[in-house]
Protein backbone atom coordinates (compact mmCIF):
# COMPACT_ATOMS: atom_id res chain seq x y z
CA UNK A 1 0.00 0.00 0.00
CA UNK A 2 1.17 2.99 -0.88
CA UNK A 3 0.82 7.14 0.49
CA UNK A 4 0.73 10.30 -1.01
CA UNK A 5 3.38 10.90 0.68
CA UNK A 6 5.30 8.19 -1.27
CA UNK A 7 3.67 8.96 -4.72
CA UNK A 8 3.78 11.37 -7.16
CA UNK A 9 -0.12 11.57 -8.04
CA UNK A 10 -1.64 13.61 -10.82
CA UNK A 11 -4.39 16.71 -9.89
CA UNK A 12 -7.68 16.83 -11.01
CA UNK A 13 -5.99 19.11 -14.04
CA UNK A 14 -3.51 16.41 -15.22
CA UNK A 15 -0.46 18.05 -13.90
CA UNK A 16 2.01 15.93 -11.93
CA UNK A 17 2.42 17.17 -8.75
CA UNK A 18 5.26 16.24 -6.15
CA UNK A 19 5.21 13.60 -3.20
CA UNK A 20 5.27 15.04 -0.21
CA UNK A 21 8.94 14.30 0.86
CA UNK A 22 9.90 16.05 -2.41
CA UNK A 23 7.74 19.27 -1.90
CA UNK A 24 9.14 19.20 1.43
CA UNK A 25 12.57 18.97 0.57
CA UNK A 26 11.75 21.65 -1.69
CA UNK A 27 10.46 24.00 0.91
CA UNK A 28 13.72 22.98 3.26
CA UNK A 29 15.98 24.44 0.52
CA UNK A 30 14.55 27.98 0.62
CA UNK A 31 12.98 28.07 4.19
CA UNK A 32 15.04 25.87 7.31
CA UNK A 33 12.20 25.10 9.54
CA UNK A 34 11.73 23.20 12.84
CA UNK A 35 10.49 19.79 12.93
CA UNK A 36 6.63 20.40 13.85
CA UNK A 37 6.71 22.63 11.19
CA UNK A 38 7.16 20.17 8.57
CA UNK A 39 5.18 17.44 10.00
CA UNK A 40 2.03 20.32 10.16
CA UNK A 41 2.40 20.56 5.98
CA UNK A 42 2.83 16.93 5.71
CA UNK A 43 -0.11 16.24 7.24
CA UNK A 44 -1.79 19.12 5.04
CA UNK A 45 -0.65 17.56 2.31
CA UNK A 46 -1.96 14.57 2.72
CA UNK A 47 -4.93 15.90 3.94
CA UNK A 48 -5.03 17.85 0.42
CA UNK A 49 -4.82 14.47 -1.85
CA UNK A 50 -7.55 12.79 0.35
CA UNK A 51 -10.02 15.48 0.25
CA UNK A 52 -12.30 15.55 -2.78
CA UNK A 53 -13.07 17.81 -4.79
CA UNK A 54 -16.17 20.35 -4.11
CA UNK A 55 -18.86 19.40 -6.02
CA UNK A 56 -20.96 22.08 -8.14
CA UNK A 57 -24.27 20.65 -6.47
CA UNK A 58 -22.82 22.13 -3.17
CA UNK A 59 -24.33 26.02 -2.90
CA UNK A 60 -20.79 27.01 -1.84
CA UNK A 61 -19.82 25.87 -5.10
CA UNK A 62 -22.87 26.77 -7.32
CA UNK A 63 -21.43 29.34 -9.17
CA UNK A 64 -17.90 28.61 -9.51
CA UNK A 65 -15.77 26.11 -11.27
CA UNK A 66 -13.30 24.24 -8.26
CA UNK A 67 -11.11 22.84 -11.05
CA UNK A 68 -10.27 26.70 -11.22
CA UNK A 69 -8.05 26.56 -8.36
CA UNK A 70 -6.02 23.54 -8.81
CA UNK A 71 -2.28 24.45 -9.20
CA UNK A 72 0.05 24.58 -12.29
CA UNK A 73 2.84 23.68 -11.04
CA UNK A 74 3.79 23.39 -6.97
CA UNK A 75 7.42 24.94 -7.49
CA UNK A 76 8.46 26.64 -4.67
CA UNK A 77 8.83 30.56 -6.25
CA UNK A 78 12.41 31.15 -7.47
CA UNK A 79 14.53 33.96 -4.88
CA UNK A 80 14.91 37.04 -7.20
CA UNK A 81 18.03 37.57 -8.50
CA UNK A 82 18.42 40.74 -6.63
CA UNK A 83 17.48 39.05 -3.69
CA UNK A 84 21.26 39.99 -1.99
CA UNK A 85 20.64 43.71 -2.95
CA UNK A 86 19.63 46.80 -1.73
CA UNK A 87 16.06 46.28 -1.05
CA UNK A 88 13.22 49.18 -1.50
CA UNK A 89 9.26 49.25 -0.90
CA UNK A 90 6.93 49.80 -3.30
CA UNK A 91 5.98 53.71 -4.37
CA UNK A 92 2.58 53.35 -2.43
CA UNK A 93 4.25 52.45 1.00
CA UNK A 94 7.34 54.56 0.24
CA UNK A 95 4.99 57.94 -0.26
CA UNK A 96 3.17 56.37 2.81
CA UNK A 97 6.36 55.93 5.02
CA UNK A 98 7.54 59.10 3.76
CA UNK A 99 4.50 61.03 4.83
CA UNK A 100 4.76 59.70 8.57
CA UNK A 101 1.34 58.44 7.77
CA UNK A 102 2.11 54.62 8.96
CA UNK A 103 3.07 53.03 11.62
CA UNK A 104 4.43 49.92 9.75
CA UNK A 105 5.07 49.38 6.32
CA UNK A 106 5.67 46.10 5.16
CA UNK A 107 6.31 44.20 1.69
CA UNK A 108 5.79 40.88 0.60
CA UNK A 109 7.76 39.71 -2.46
CA UNK A 110 8.03 36.04 -4.30
CA UNK A 111 7.43 34.55 -0.96
CA UNK A 112 10.28 36.63 0.50
CA UNK A 113 9.60 39.48 3.75
CA UNK A 114 11.56 41.71 1.18
CA UNK A 115 11.53 44.99 3.62
CA UNK A 116 9.68 45.95 6.67
CA UNK A 117 9.67 49.18 8.11
CA UNK A 118 8.56 49.77 12.00
CA UNK A 119 8.27 53.46 13.30
CA UNK A 120 9.28 53.92 17.13
CA UNK A 121 6.35 53.73 18.71
CA UNK A 122 5.95 50.40 17.80
CA UNK A 123 9.16 49.08 17.89
CA UNK A 124 9.53 50.60 21.72
CA UNK A 125 5.91 48.58 22.74
CA UNK A 126 7.79 45.50 21.34
CA UNK A 127 5.63 45.05 18.34
CA UNK A 128 6.75 41.57 16.28
CA UNK A 129 6.78 42.14 12.34
CA UNK A 130 8.44 38.96 11.03
CA UNK A 131 8.87 36.36 8.05
CA UNK A 132 6.86 33.33 9.32
CA UNK A 133 8.98 30.92 8.50
CA UNK A 134 11.45 32.79 11.07
CA UNK A 135 9.48 33.52 13.71
CA UNK A 136 8.36 29.51 13.22
CA UNK A 137 11.67 28.85 14.88
CA UNK A 138 12.36 31.89 17.20
CA UNK A 139 8.87 32.30 18.28
CA UNK A 140 7.78 28.48 18.27
CA UNK A 141 5.58 27.89 21.14
CA UNK A 142 3.50 30.94 19.93
CA UNK A 143 3.03 30.34 16.26
CA UNK A 144 2.94 26.34 16.63
CA UNK A 145 -0.41 27.24 18.90
CA UNK A 146 -2.19 29.10 16.92
CA UNK A 147 -1.16 28.56 13.04
CA UNK A 148 -3.90 26.49 11.64
CA UNK A 149 -6.18 26.81 14.56
CA UNK A 150 -8.32 28.57 12.61
CA UNK A 151 -7.95 28.12 9.29
CA UNK A 152 -6.51 24.42 9.31
CA UNK A 153 -6.05 21.40 7.00
CA UNK A 154 -9.51 20.13 8.02
CA UNK A 155 -11.36 23.36 6.92
CA UNK A 156 -11.65 22.47 2.84
CA UNK A 157 -9.44 20.96 0.22
CA UNK A 158 -7.81 24.40 -1.15
CA UNK A 159 -7.08 25.73 2.82
CA UNK A 160 -5.53 21.75 2.76
CA UNK A 161 -3.15 22.96 0.53
CA UNK A 162 -2.65 26.71 1.49
CA UNK A 163 -1.17 24.81 4.60
CA UNK A 164 0.83 22.38 2.91
CA UNK A 165 2.75 25.18 0.71
CA UNK A 166 2.89 28.03 2.14
CA UNK A 167 6.15 30.24 1.41
CA UNK A 168 5.08 33.84 1.61
CA UNK A 169 4.19 34.15 5.47
CA UNK A 170 4.17 37.16 7.59
CA UNK A 171 3.55 37.16 11.39
CA UNK A 172 2.07 40.38 13.40
CA UNK A 173 1.79 39.96 17.36
CA UNK A 174 0.83 43.65 19.16
CA UNK A 175 1.78 42.77 22.79
CA UNK A 176 -0.86 43.79 25.77
CA UNK A 177 -2.45 47.18 25.60
CA UNK A 178 -0.50 48.38 22.71
CA UNK A 179 -2.15 50.96 21.07
CA UNK A 180 -0.79 52.11 17.83
CA UNK A 181 -2.09 55.31 16.76
CA UNK A 182 -1.35 54.87 12.92
CA UNK A 183 -2.20 51.89 10.63
CA UNK A 184 0.14 49.23 9.43
CA UNK A 185 -0.03 48.46 5.28
CA UNK A 186 1.43 45.28 4.24
CA UNK A 187 1.56 45.07 0.33
CA UNK A 188 1.85 41.10 -1.27
CA UNK A 189 3.35 41.57 -4.81
CA UNK A 190 1.78 39.88 -7.89
CA UNK A 191 3.67 36.76 -8.25
CA UNK A 192 5.83 36.54 -11.14
CA UNK A 193 8.29 33.84 -10.73
CA UNK A 194 5.67 30.85 -10.67
CA UNK A 195 2.54 29.97 -11.75
CA UNK A 196 1.07 29.32 -8.19
CA UNK A 197 1.65 30.99 -5.21
CA UNK A 198 0.30 30.39 -1.46
CA UNK A 199 1.13 32.57 1.39
CA UNK A 200 -0.51 33.02 4.81
CA UNK A 201 -0.70 35.72 7.53
CA UNK A 202 -0.60 35.08 11.53
CA UNK A 203 -2.01 38.13 13.58
CA UNK A 204 -2.08 38.00 17.02
CA UNK A 205 -3.12 40.59 19.20
CA UNK A 206 -3.01 40.22 22.69
CA UNK A 207 -5.46 41.48 25.40
CA UNK A 208 -6.67 45.52 25.11
CA UNK A 209 -4.35 45.94 22.31
CA UNK A 210 -5.25 47.97 19.25
CA UNK A 211 -4.71 47.38 15.42
CA UNK A 212 -5.67 48.75 12.07
CA UNK A 213 -4.07 46.50 9.32
CA UNK A 214 -4.79 47.15 5.50
CA UNK A 215 -3.65 44.07 3.60
CA UNK A 216 -3.63 44.62 0.18
CA UNK A 217 -2.47 41.91 -2.31
CA UNK A 218 -1.20 42.97 -5.69
CA UNK A 219 -1.29 46.52 -7.59
CA UNK A 220 -3.64 45.53 -10.19
CA UNK A 221 -1.19 46.75 -12.66
CA UNK A 222 1.74 43.95 -12.86
CA UNK A 223 3.54 43.36 -16.13
CA UNK A 224 2.51 40.16 -17.90
CA UNK A 225 -0.53 37.85 -18.77
CA UNK A 226 0.51 34.48 -18.16
CA UNK A 227 -1.79 32.84 -16.16
CA UNK A 228 -1.20 32.93 -12.04
CA UNK A 229 -2.96 31.42 -8.84
CA UNK A 230 -2.67 32.96 -5.68
CA UNK A 231 -4.01 31.20 -2.45
CA UNK A 232 -4.34 32.79 0.80
CA UNK A 233 -4.60 32.39 4.44
CA UNK A 234 -5.25 34.59 6.80
CA UNK A 235 -5.95 34.29 10.38
CA UNK A 236 -6.50 36.57 13.41
CA UNK A 237 -6.45 36.13 17.14
CA UNK A 238 -7.92 39.10 19.33
CA UNK A 239 -7.98 39.02 22.90
CA UNK A 240 -9.88 39.90 25.35
CA UNK A 241 -10.98 43.74 25.38
CA UNK A 242 -8.93 44.32 22.39
CA UNK A 243 -10.17 45.86 18.84
CA UNK A 244 -8.75 45.04 15.34
CA UNK A 245 -10.15 47.15 12.03
CA UNK A 246 -8.49 44.73 8.99
CA UNK A 247 -8.61 45.59 5.74
CA UNK A 248 -8.24 43.29 2.60
CA UNK A 249 -7.84 44.31 -0.43
CA UNK A 250 -7.61 42.29 -2.98
CA UNK A 251 -5.95 43.76 -6.35
CA UNK A 252 -4.64 41.46 -8.27
CA UNK A 253 -4.32 42.04 -11.60
CA UNK A 254 -6.51 40.12 -14.55
CA UNK A 255 -4.54 36.80 -15.14
CA UNK A 256 -5.24 36.10 -11.45
CA UNK A 257 -7.12 33.74 -9.77
CA UNK A 258 -7.27 33.98 -6.44
CA UNK A 259 -8.59 31.68 -3.25
CA UNK A 260 -8.71 33.66 0.03
CA UNK A 261 -9.57 32.36 3.54
CA UNK A 262 -9.82 34.68 6.23
CA UNK A 263 -11.15 33.91 10.18
CA UNK A 264 -10.88 35.45 13.24
CA UNK A 265 -11.09 34.69 16.74
CA UNK A 266 -12.85 37.42 19.10
CA UNK A 267 -12.46 37.56 22.69
CA UNK A 268 -14.63 38.47 25.01
CA UNK A 269 -15.45 42.30 24.86
CA UNK A 270 -13.32 42.02 21.73
CA UNK A 271 -14.17 43.91 18.83
CA UNK A 272 -13.46 43.12 14.67
CA UNK A 273 -14.20 45.74 11.72
CA UNK A 274 -13.57 44.07 8.22
CA UNK A 275 -13.47 46.24 4.98
CA UNK A 276 -13.17 43.98 2.47
CA UNK A 277 -12.47 45.67 -1.01
CA UNK A 278 -12.11 43.57 -3.93
CA UNK A 279 -11.61 44.59 -7.64
CA UNK A 280 -8.97 42.75 -9.24
CA UNK A 281 -8.27 38.93 -10.51
CA UNK A 282 -10.19 37.73 -13.52
CA UNK A 283 -11.51 35.08 -11.10
CA UNK A 284 -11.89 35.27 -6.99
CA UNK A 285 -13.65 33.14 -4.40
CA UNK A 286 -13.20 34.68 -0.63
CA UNK A 287 -14.73 33.07 2.31
CA UNK A 288 -14.00 35.46 5.79
CA UNK A 289 -15.49 35.00 8.96
CA UNK A 290 -15.15 35.64 12.39
CA UNK A 291 -16.29 33.50 15.80
CA UNK A 292 -17.75 35.31 18.46
CA UNK A 293 -16.07 32.85 21.44
CA UNK A 294 -17.21 35.06 24.40
CA UNK A 295 -19.60 37.28 25.42
CA UNK A 296 -19.34 41.17 24.76
CA UNK A 297 -17.62 39.90 21.48
CA UNK A 298 -18.31 42.57 18.07
CA UNK A 299 -17.94 42.02 14.65
CA UNK A 300 -18.74 43.95 11.86
CA UNK A 301 -17.97 43.19 8.27
CA UNK A 302 -18.13 46.10 5.43
CA UNK A 303 -17.48 45.10 1.75
CA UNK A 304 -17.40 46.40 -1.75
CA UNK A 305 -16.79 44.34 -4.94
CA UNK A 306 -16.21 45.92 -7.97
CA UNK A 307 -16.54 43.97 -11.16
CA UNK A 308 -16.30 44.55 -15.12
CA UNK A 309 -15.33 42.97 -18.21
CA UNK A 310 -15.86 39.37 -17.10
CA UNK A 311 -14.71 39.39 -14.01
CA UNK A 312 -16.11 36.77 -11.47
CA UNK A 313 -16.26 36.60 -8.02
CA UNK A 314 -17.69 34.35 -5.28
CA UNK A 315 -17.31 35.98 -2.01
CA UNK A 316 -18.87 34.34 1.51
CA UNK A 317 -18.94 35.92 5.07
CA UNK A 318 -19.69 34.07 8.19
CA UNK A 319 -20.41 34.82 11.34
CA UNK A 320 -20.66 32.36 14.57
CA UNK A 321 -22.07 33.41 17.44
CA UNK A 322 -20.48 30.72 19.76
CA UNK A 323 -21.68 32.88 23.14
CA UNK A 324 -24.67 34.79 24.06
CA UNK A 325 -24.55 38.87 24.08
CA UNK A 326 -22.39 38.75 21.25
CA UNK A 327 -23.47 41.21 18.44
CA UNK A 328 -22.49 41.18 14.37
CA UNK A 329 -23.72 43.21 11.38
CA UNK A 330 -22.48 42.90 7.80
CA UNK A 331 -23.38 45.06 4.44
CA UNK A 332 -22.17 43.76 1.54
CA UNK A 333 -21.79 45.94 -1.58
CA UNK A 334 -21.57 45.30 -5.02
CA UNK A 335 -21.34 47.00 -8.63
CA UNK A 336 -20.97 45.43 -11.90
CA UNK A 337 -20.51 46.56 -15.15
CA UNK A 338 -20.07 44.63 -18.72
CA UNK A 339 -20.30 40.66 -18.37
CA UNK A 340 -18.83 40.39 -14.69
CA UNK A 341 -20.55 38.67 -12.82
CA UNK A 342 -20.82 37.99 -8.47
CA UNK A 343 -22.50 35.16 -6.10
CA UNK A 344 -22.66 36.17 -2.57
CA UNK A 345 -23.38 33.65 0.39
CA UNK A 346 -23.68 35.00 3.93
CA UNK A 347 -24.45 32.82 6.86
CA UNK A 348 -25.56 34.26 10.09
CA UNK A 349 -24.86 31.26 12.70
CA UNK A 350 -26.29 31.25 16.41
CA UNK A 351 -25.38 28.53 18.60
CA UNK A 352 -27.89 26.93 20.81
CA UNK A 353 -26.43 28.22 23.92
CA UNK A 354 -25.69 32.02 22.51
CA UNK A 355 -28.79 33.60 23.96
CA UNK A 356 -29.43 37.38 23.30
CA UNK A 357 -27.59 37.68 20.07
CA UNK A 358 -28.26 40.23 17.55
CA UNK A 359 -26.70 39.75 14.32
CA UNK A 360 -27.92 41.72 10.90
CA UNK A 361 -27.00 41.25 7.24
CA UNK A 362 -27.41 43.17 4.05
CA UNK A 363 -25.87 42.80 0.44
CA UNK A 364 -27.19 44.89 -2.50
CA UNK A 365 -26.13 44.42 -5.72
CA UNK A 366 -25.83 47.61 -8.57
CA UNK A 367 -26.41 46.51 -12.33
CA UNK A 368 -24.72 48.79 -14.50
CA UNK A 369 -24.88 46.66 -17.92
CA UNK A 370 -27.37 44.57 -19.16
CA UNK A 371 -24.92 41.35 -19.03
CA UNK A 372 -23.79 41.84 -15.68
CA UNK A 373 -25.11 39.38 -13.19
CA UNK A 374 -25.64 39.03 -9.36
CA UNK A 375 -26.59 36.62 -7.16
CA UNK A 376 -27.28 36.54 -3.49
CA UNK A 377 -27.97 33.86 -0.73
CA UNK A 378 -28.48 34.90 2.89
CA UNK A 379 -28.35 32.13 5.14
CA UNK A 380 -29.36 31.99 9.01
CA UNK A 381 -28.91 29.01 11.29
CA UNK A 382 -30.40 29.96 14.25
CA UNK A 383 -30.19 27.67 17.68
CA UNK A 384 -31.58 30.42 19.88
CA UNK A 385 -34.67 31.91 20.14
CA UNK A 386 -33.93 34.72 22.33
CA UNK A 387 -32.38 36.96 19.32
CA UNK A 388 -32.35 39.75 17.17
CA UNK A 389 -31.85 38.40 13.58
CA UNK A 390 -32.60 40.11 10.12
CA UNK A 391 -31.52 40.05 6.84
CA UNK A 392 -31.97 41.72 3.21
CA UNK A 393 -30.91 41.90 0.02
CA UNK A 394 -31.31 43.71 -3.23
CA UNK A 395 -30.30 43.38 -7.15
CA UNK A 396 -31.33 46.23 -9.31
CA UNK A 397 -30.26 48.58 -11.71
CA UNK A 398 -29.21 52.75 -11.34
CA UNK A 399 -32.81 54.50 -10.35
CA UNK A 400 -34.08 56.51 -13.06
CA UNK A 401 -36.21 58.68 -11.23
CA UNK A 402 -32.80 59.58 -9.06
CA UNK A 403 -31.38 60.34 -12.76
CA UNK A 404 -34.03 62.37 -13.98
CA UNK A 405 -33.76 64.45 -10.90
CA UNK A 406 -30.45 65.05 -10.90
CA UNK A 407 -30.68 66.36 -14.81
CA UNK A 408 -32.88 68.28 -13.99
CA UNK A 409 -30.52 70.33 -11.28
CA UNK A 410 -28.25 70.44 -14.65
CA UNK A 411 -26.05 67.45 -14.67
CA UNK A 412 -25.90 65.12 -17.83
CA UNK A 413 -26.72 61.52 -17.26
CA UNK A 414 -23.18 60.33 -17.66
CA UNK A 415 -22.38 62.63 -14.81
CA UNK A 416 -25.92 61.58 -12.94
CA UNK A 417 -25.21 57.84 -12.92
CA UNK A 418 -21.19 59.04 -11.59
CA UNK A 419 -22.93 60.82 -8.83
CA UNK A 420 -25.34 57.74 -8.46
CA UNK A 421 -22.45 54.98 -8.25
CA UNK A 422 -20.45 57.07 -6.05
CA UNK A 423 -22.88 57.64 -3.53
CA UNK A 424 -23.46 53.65 -3.29
CA UNK A 425 -19.73 52.79 -2.94
CA UNK A 426 -18.70 55.99 -0.64
CA UNK A 427 -19.78 54.54 2.86
CA UNK A 428 -17.68 51.49 2.52
CA UNK A 429 -14.69 53.42 1.31
CA UNK A 430 -15.29 55.84 3.93
CA UNK A 431 -14.19 53.11 6.33
CA UNK A 432 -10.70 52.54 4.36
CA UNK A 433 -8.29 54.22 6.73
CA UNK A 434 -7.43 57.80 5.01
CA UNK A 435 -3.84 56.68 3.68
CA UNK A 436 -5.22 54.36 0.97
CA UNK A 437 -8.84 55.89 0.52
CA UNK A 438 -8.19 58.21 -2.15
CA UNK A 439 -6.14 56.00 -3.96
CA UNK A 440 -8.81 52.92 -3.90
CA UNK A 441 -11.29 55.42 -4.72
CA UNK A 442 -9.97 56.34 -7.97
CA UNK A 443 -9.06 52.30 -8.70
CA UNK A 444 -12.92 51.98 -7.90
CA UNK A 445 -14.41 54.87 -9.73
CA UNK A 446 -12.19 54.04 -13.07
CA UNK A 447 -13.07 50.50 -13.02
CA UNK A 448 -16.80 51.83 -12.90
CA UNK A 449 -16.86 54.43 -15.54
CA UNK A 450 -15.17 51.60 -17.81
CA UNK A 451 -11.24 52.88 -17.77
Known sequence: MTTAAQTQSADPKGASMPSADEMLRRMADLYPEPEWLAGARRRAWDAYHRSPMPSRVTHLW????????????????????????????????????????????????????????????????????????EAAATHSELIAKHMGSLVGSDFGKYEALGNAVWSGGLFIHIPRGTKGTKPM???TSQPRTTPFGSGRLLVIVEPEA?????????????????PVQANRIVEIVIGQGARVRYIPVQNW?????????QRAHVARGAELETVLVAVGAGMSKADCGAALADEGAQSYIFG??????????DHRTVHEHRSGHTQSDIKFKVAL?????????????????????????????????????????????????EVHCSHGATVGRVDDREVFYLQSRGLDRAAAVRLIVSGFVGPILDRVPEVARDRLRDVVMHRLEGN
Open 62 to 133: RYTEPEAFCPASLMPPAVPAEADQPRSFPSVLEEALAADALGAGIYVREGLVWKTALDTEYAEAGVIVADLH
Open 185 to 187: HVV
Open 210 to 226: ELTLIDEYGDGTADGTD
Open 253 to 261: NRATTSYFT
Open 304 to 313: LAIGDRDQHY
Open 337 to 385: RDTANSAYTGLIRIDEKAAFCEAYQENRNLILSPGARAETIPELEILNN
